[in-house]
């Protein structure tokens, strides 16, 4: 969206939050790149909109407790996750989780999502990024055989 189209919306019925400069996943970063995006997005909605910005969505939904304490130092009072989970109105408002909703979604697993039902997914997600990085690490560089590529073995025929 444009600067225009941004300042143009009702501020009554939609709330504008900060997703940071660039999207980069921040614990990846060093607490200054991360605070620096942080603060950069921030201060341009303001700018934009002339009004405050509180609310980050965390790209990627990468978050860590470094991430939480620097949104917070940052000015941020509401932060929003991928972390799958109901919302709850006596919760401390900071770390909110969320849940992806689709227009594909059946009702049940609509409602599923917002009771929670999907809450498991946390769990395991460190499992799942920890897979993913060993098969990355294995298949970098393409596949081998008896330590060449195969791309070479096929051409030396």
């Not at 980050?56 to 509401?78: I, K, Q």
Request: aromatic content about 6%; glycine content about 8%; charged content about 30%.
């Amino acid at each position: 969206m444009s600067a225009d189209d941004l300042s143009g919306l009702p501020r009554e019925l939609i709330e504008i939050g900060s997703h940071t400069v660039t999207h980069p996943n921040l614990t990846a970063l060093s607490p200054s790149e991360a605070r620096r995006e942080l603060i950069d997005s921030r201060r341009a909605l303001q700018g934009i909109l002339d009004d405050s910005v509180e609310t980050f969505s965390v790209p990627f939904g990468e978050c860590s407790d470094e991430t939480l304490r620097l949104a917070r130092e940052a000015g941020y009072t509401t932060i929003l996750t991928c972390e799958p989970e109901v919302v709850w109105p006596s919760r401390e408002p900071l770390g909110i989780g969320r849940f992806e909703v689709s227009a594909d979604d059946w009702m049940l697993e609509f409602k599923l999502k917002a009771a929670g039902a999907y809450r498991w997914r946390r769990h395991v997600r460190w499992l799942k990024r920890s897979c993913t990085a060993v098969v990355r690490r294995l298949c970098a560089g393409g596949p081998r055989k008896a330590g060449r590529r195969v791309e070479d073995t096929v051409n030396d025929r």
